[in-house]
Structure formats: structure tokens, C-alpha cells
């Protein structure tokens, strides 16, 4: 079954840039999306098919996706930006796969 | 707007059976697929289990097939996911959620519902 790697933690200054990885064999043939998720709250899409985003989604959220690695990119990171990211594809034999989520902390 | 209200989650012995709902309103539900999502306490994002949008299809996650039933009834815009044979590793946050026809992510989500298992 296919898998997503993504780092459990990782820190970033206030204003800094964070770049958040996934990792999947050939993940770049794939339509990568990325979620952020508040304590307590839902998902929420801020990226979508590796470097779009939703309306209402700030442009310092950026992806890119190619080879073995998806990267989520936040610049100018703000507090508000602490949450866990979760990244996500399809897959044709179980259908949808989820990152373990990489938790941000903006120190 | 749309909105996604999950219901149903409660404390359940292990072995014991459980029916979560999700209304949705705000957008045309017969026109999507819908999956159910959990999530367990401290962990990251797992799928469960999907259904077409006329409830001909459906697929799950290996870890539920044979023990979750999902289904829904378009008169009502709702989705259903029947949860037998429950186990202690079921606890979780169970979320409804709509996957975008243009994004091909998932753009909508309910808030959950929390389904404990435990003696």
C-alpha cells in the first residue's frame, strides 16, 4: 500500500519561512493536497493538486511537488500559522492516503 | 454555505454496535461521493471508508471492512456509517467530509463526532 512520510514536529521563528515535507515513492506523478488543523477544529484545505490554493487561503501558503517529495511552504509564518499539516493523495488500491501529520509550532 | 453535522458518538463496549450520522445542507448531496474520516486522540488523519453518489459503490479501509457499513439516503441529504464489532483502537473523532469536484481534495468537513470504545 502506498505511504506518506511527513516529520512529526518542527519549529519555526515568527516570520521565518517553514517548509513542511512529504515524502512518497514517485509522489510527484501524484496530486498532492495539504490540510492544516487547529486544535479542535476540522481540516481545513490550504493547498490543493500540489500548488493551489483555495480562495481565502493567504498567499504566503505555497506547495510544490517532484521526485519523492511534497513541500508545503509557509512564509512569513504568524502564530496563528501553529496547527498540524497533514498531507494527502489518492490512491487507486486504498483510495485515500493521509500523511501522519507534521505538527508546526512558531516559536 | 456548506455545512456537514456529524451525530451519534458515544461511549461503546467493546464488541458493541454503533450508527453515526452526517446532515448536510448548503450544496447539492446527490451530486457527490461523501467519505467518513477519523481521527484518534493525538494522531493523525485516517480514511474509513467512501460511498458514490448514489450509494452504489462504496469502499473501506481495511481496517473496518466486514465491521462498517456505510450508506446514505439523498431524500434526507444524509450519510451513515453503521459500526459493528467495535474495537478499543476505533476510539476516535469521526468526521464526514466532501471531496471538491474542481480541487480533487477534501473542501468540506463536519466537526466530528467522538466514538470511545472501552470496558
Known amino acids: 500500500s502506498y505511504e506518506l512520510t511527513q516529520p512529526l514536529s518542527m519549529s519555526v521563528a515568527l516570520g521565518q519561512t517553514a517548509r513542511i515535507t512529504c515524502g512518497g515513492n514517485?509522489?510527484?506523478?501524484?496530486?498532492l493536497h495539504w490540510y492544516q488543523q487547529k486544535p479542535g477544529q476540522a481540516p481545513v484545505l490550504v493547498i490543493y493538486?500540489?500548488?493551489k490554493r483555495p480562495s481565502g487561503i493567504p498567499e504566503r501558503f505555497s506547495g510544490s511537488n517532484s521526485g519523492n517529495t511534497a513541500t508545503l511552504t509557509i512564509s512569513r509564518a504568524q502564530a496563528g500559522d501553529e496547527a498540524d499539516y497533514h498531507c494527502?493523495?489518492?490512491?487507486?488500491?486504498?483510495?485515500?492516503?493521509f500523511g501522519g501529520g507534521t505538527k508546526l509550532t512558531v516559536l | 454555505e456548506v455545512q456537514l453535522v456529524e451525530s451519534g458518538g458515544v461511549v461503546v463496549q467493546p464488541g458493541g454496535s454503533l450508527r453515526l450520522s452526517c446532515a448536510a445542507s448548503?450544496?447539492?448531496?446527490?451530486?457527490?461521493?461523501m467519505h467518513w474520516v477519523r481521527q484518534a486522540p493525538g494522531k493523525g488523519l485516517e480514511w474509513v471508508s467512501l460511498?458514490?453518489?448514489?450509494?452504489?459503490?462504496?469502499y473501506y479501509a481495511d481496517s473496518v471492512k466486514g465491521r462498517f457499513t456505510i450508506s446514505r439516503d439523498n431524500s434526507k441529504n444524509s450519510l451513515y456509517l453503521q459500526m459493528n464489532s467495535l474495537r478499543v483502537e476505533d476510539s476516535a473523532l469521526y468526521f464526514c467530509a466532501k471531496v471538491s469536484s474542481v480541487a480533487g481534495g477534501f473542501d468540506s468537513w463536519g466537526h466530528g463526532t467522538l466514538v470511545t470504545v472501552t470496558s
Open positions: 460511498i458514490s453518489w448514489d450509494g452504489d459503490i462504496t
Open positions: 494527502q493523495v489518492w490512491d487507486n488500491s486504498t483510495f485515500v492516503v
Open positions: 448548503g450544496f447539492t448531496f446527490d451530486d457527490y461521493a
Open positions: 493538486k500540489d500548488t
Open positions: 514517485n509522489i510527484g506523478s501524484r496530486n
